[in-house]
Structure formats: structure tokens, C-alpha cells
């Protein structure tokens, strides 16, 4: 019986007599390894072993301590307000009227703002920055709108709408000269009126190749504001368009009105010869990353020269938007 059986592995395996011998034995090891679980729970005293008091009070102590968290964790349930930690109460929003110009970190934190957040609107407002208008608090990056709606009613912004006053100066008795008047409703005998020489007019300037001072005689627009506007323009190689202003991080409503007024687009940008750049040049431009930027000049190694903007349309990793916004700065 067994010497048929192993003629029929060896005929159906095609094996030698020895394989087959040594497949006998690995089947029955096999079966030994996945019985001997279930024979060893048959052999083995199922009988628990003692405990002693001492373990039985632990587990009685375990058992009266899950119980009271379960019914800690169904309270909360029940009444959700119990179930705030103490940071978030802490963290829940005190409203009161404030001007965002000066209000301080931790009170804006009281206001409902995050640290983090709190933190960039001063570092804002230390670079220069200034809130003339309520929306303008909206202009800083990640400012959550549903937040601003909430503030927006509590929000003091003082009146800058100042009635310019004449300045009337009384002649001092004691040698020359003048000394201003308490009264600026009357004028006394003998009295005159100092008038302040006006400020020259300005006038609409290039900004593609105005300079920091051109720039800081705008209203809103300091030193630090005037030289990021120009490093962000010698980036891009010149303006195409006032839209692109509202790029300029940092520009509040009245200088980006001042510069949309008076910064004019008179001359052209400086271009890239996509045909013969290399991508270090291209991804110069902070409208294209390096990726896109070696990805146009393998495509044109491959398939040449590149006629018009619509040609970089077969590069899938440009995108509709991405090409429009760079073919002013591309010269074929």
C-alpha cells in the first residue's frame, strides 16, 4: 500500500526515489508542527492556577478603576462644555474693540488668533506695514475670513480724514521773528499768517525703472516696502501689468492704490531667449521652478526650437495659466 503510494507521487512529481522520501517526510512534519497546538491543549492541566489575595485585590482595584473611567468618559458625553480642556477655554475668543495697528500679540490672542499667526501680523507691522482699512487684515497670508467677519464689527481704525489747519504766527515783541497763536479762529492786530510751502506734485514715473527714492514719496511705501517692490521687479525683469503689484507681499490698500496711481508700465521687460537659456537661467524667473525649467529645455533639445508660447503647450507640467504669465518674458 505505502510502496503504491509513493509510485504514484513519484509518477505524478516526476521525482527519484529519494525525492520522494524526503517529500514524505517534510509532509509529515508539516502535520506534526499544525496538530501539535491541539494535541498540547488535549495533554495540558486545564485547570487555572490559584490566585493568591493579594493579586485578587489588584484586579478588583483594576476592575473599581476602569469602571469609574467609563463612567468619567459617559459624563463628558452627556455634558460636552465639561469635556474642554482648560487651554481651549482659554483660547475662546474675548471681544473688544481694538485697532489692529497697535493691539499686542497676546491680545491678539484673546481675540481668537493663533500664536503663530498673531506673531506674523507684528512682524508685519515692524516691517512698516499698516492697516488703513478693516479688509486689509485679510491681506495677511492665512488670516481666516470667517474670523475676520467675526472681528470686522470690532475693529477702531482711527479717523484719517484730518482737517489740515492754517498756522497763524503773532509777532514776538522781543526781537524777530514769530511765535505761533493759541487762537486759530481769530486773528489779532498785527498778526500774520504763515504759509507752509506746498509739496511738490507727483507725477506718474516708470515703474520699471524707478528707484527706491521715486518709490518712498508714494503714501504707504517706506524704505523696506521701496526696495522689496524693486528686488521683486529686477526679478521678473520688469512689469507687464499692474495686476502683478498685488504680488508685492506686504503692500496694504493705500500704497497699492499709490502705486497702481502713479507706476506706469512705459517700457518693455527684459527678456529670455528660451531657445538658448539654460535652465539655471530660467529658473531665475519666479514664475517657472527648476523642474519646468529643465523640463523646457529637454523638450526643445528634443523636438527644437521652440516658434511661440503655444509650442511649451505639449509640456504637460506647464499649465494654461503657468505659459500665459511667462510668455511676456520669453523672446523666441
Given at each position: 500500500?505505502?510502496?503504491?503510494?509513493?509510485?504514484?507521487?513519484?509518477?505524478?512529481?516526476?521525482?527519484?526515489?529519494?525525492?520522494?522520501?524526503?517529500?514524505?517526510?517534510?509532509?509529515?512534519?508539516?502535520?506534526?508542527?499544525?496538530?501539535?497546538?491541539?494535541?498540547?491543549?488535549?495533554?495540558?492541566?486545564?485547570?487555572?492556577?490559584?490566585?493568591?489575595?493579594?493579586?485578587?485585590r489588584k484586579l478588583d482595584s483594576l476592575v473599581a478603576l476602569m469602571q469609574q473611567q467609563e463612567q468619567q468618559q459617559t459624563s463628558l458625553r452627556d455634558n460636552p462644555e465639561k469635556n474642554r480642556t482648560t487651554a481651549e477655554h482659554f483660547s475662546e475668543p474675548k471681544l473688544f474693540t481694538f485697532?489692529?495697528?497697535?493691539?499686542?500679540?497676546?491680545?491678539?490672542?484673546?481675540?481668537?488668533?493663533?500664536?503663530?499667526?498673531?506673531?506674523?501680523?507684528?512682524?508685519?507691522?515692524?516691517?512698516?506695514?499698516?492697516?488703513?482699512?478693516?479688509?486689509?487684515?485679510?491681506?495677511?497670508?492665512?488670516?481666516?475670513?470667517?474670523?475676520?467677519?467675526?472681528?470686522?464689527?470690532?475693529?477702531?481704525?482711527?479717523?484719517?480724514?484730518?482737517?489740515?489747519?492754517?498756522?497763524?504766527?503773532?509777532?514776538?515783541?522781543?526781537?524777530?521773528?514769530?511765535?505761533?497763536?493759541?487762537?486759530?479762529?481769530?486773528?489779532?492786530?498785527?498778526?500774520?499768517?504763515?504759509?507752509?510751502?506746498?509739496?511738490?506734485?507727483?507725477?506718474?514715473?516708470?515703474?520699471?525703472?524707478?528707484?527706491?527714492?521715486?518709490?518712498?514719496?508714494?503714501?504707504?511705501?517706506?524704505?523696506?516696502?521701496?526696495?522689496?517692490?524693486?528686488?521683486?521687479?529686477?526679478?521678473?525683469?520688469?512689469?507687464?501689468?499692474?495686476?502683478?503689484?498685488?504680488?508685492?507681499?506686504?503692500?496694504?490698500?493705500?500704497?497699492?492704490?499709490?502705486?497702481?496711481?502713479?507706476?506706469?508700465?512705459?517700457?518693455?521687460?527684459?527678456?529670455?531667449?528660451?531657445?538658448?537659456?539654460?535652465?539655471?537661467?530660467?529658473?531665475?524667473?519666479?514664475?517657472?521652478?527648476?523642474?519646468?525649467?529643465?523640463?523646457?529645455?529637454?523638450?526643445?533639445?528634443?523636438?527644437?526650437?521652440?516658434?511661440?508660447?503655444?509650442?511649451?503647450?505639449?509640456?504637460?507640467?506647464?499649465?494654461?495659466?503657468?505659459?500665459?504669465?511667462?510668455?511676456?518674458?520669453?523672446?523666441?
Amino acid at each position: 500500500m505505502i510502496n503504491r503510494f509513493i509510485q504514484l507521487i513519484r509518477d505524478y512529481f516526476g521525482m527519484s526515489h529519494k525525492e520522494t522520501r524526503g517529500f514524505l517526510v517534510l509532509v509529515f512534519l508539516t502535520l506534526l508542527c499544525l496538530l501539535f497546538p491541539f494535541l498540547y491543549r488535549l495533554n495540558t492541566d486545564r485547570k487555572l492556577p490559584a490566585t493568591s489575595a493579594a493579586d485578587q485585590r489588584k484586579l478588583d482595584s483594576l476592575v473599581a478603576l476602569m469602571q469609574q473611567q467609563e463612567q468619567q468618559q459617559t459624563s463628558l458625553r452627556d455634558n460636552p462644555e465639561k469635556n474642554r480642556t482648560t487651554a481651549e477655554h482659554f483660547s475662546e475668543p474675548k471681544l473688544f474693540t481694538f485697532d489692529p495697528n497697535t493691539v499686542s500679540v497676546r491680545e491678539w490672542q484673546q481675540l481668537g488668533l493663533p500664536r503663530w499667526l498673531a506673531e506674523r501680523i507684528d512682524k508685519y507691522r515692524t516691517k512698516g506695514g499698516r492697516f488703513r482699512k478693516k479688509d486689509d487684515l485679510l491681506r495677511i497670508y492665512d488670516f481666516p475670513p470667517d474670523l475676520y467677519d467675526q472681528l470686522e464689527p470690532y475693529i477702531k481704525l482711527p479717523d484719517q480724514n484730518v482737517a489740515s489747519q492754517s498756522t497763524t504766527y503773532k509777532p514776538i515783541t522781543s526781537g524777530n521773528g514769530y511765535e505761533k497763536g493759541n487762537d486759530l479762529s481769530k486773528l489779532n492786530s498785527g498778526s500774520a499768517t504763515y504759509t507752509r510751502p506746498a509739496k511738490p506734485v507727483l507725477q506718474p514715473f516708470d515703474i520699471n525703472t524707478a528707484d527706491t527714492v521715486q518709490l518712498k514719496a508714494l503714501k504707504g511705501i517706506g524704505s523696506t516696502l521701496a526696495k522689496r517692490i524693486i528686488k521683486f521687479r529686477d526679478a521678473l525683469g520688469g512689469f507687464v501689468s499692474t495686476e502683478q503689484f498685488r504680488d508685492i507681499y506686504g503692500l496694504d490698500s493705500l500704497a497699492l492704490d499709490e502705486l497702481q496711481r502713479f507706476g506706469q508700465i512705459r517700457s518693455a521687460p527684459r527678456r529670455i531667449a528660451v531657445n538658448s537659456a539654460s535652465a539655471e537661467e530660467l529658473d531665475k524667473h519666479p514664475f517657472l521652478s527648476r523642474r519646468q525649467a529643465e523640463l523646457i529645455v529637454r523638450y526643445r533639445e528634443q523636438h527644437g526650437a521652440y516658434t511661440s508660447a503655444e509650442a511649451l503647450r505639449p509640456i504637460r507640467i506647464l499649465d494654461a495659466k503657468t505659459i500665459e504669465k511667462i510668455a511676456p518674458y520669453l523672446e523666441f
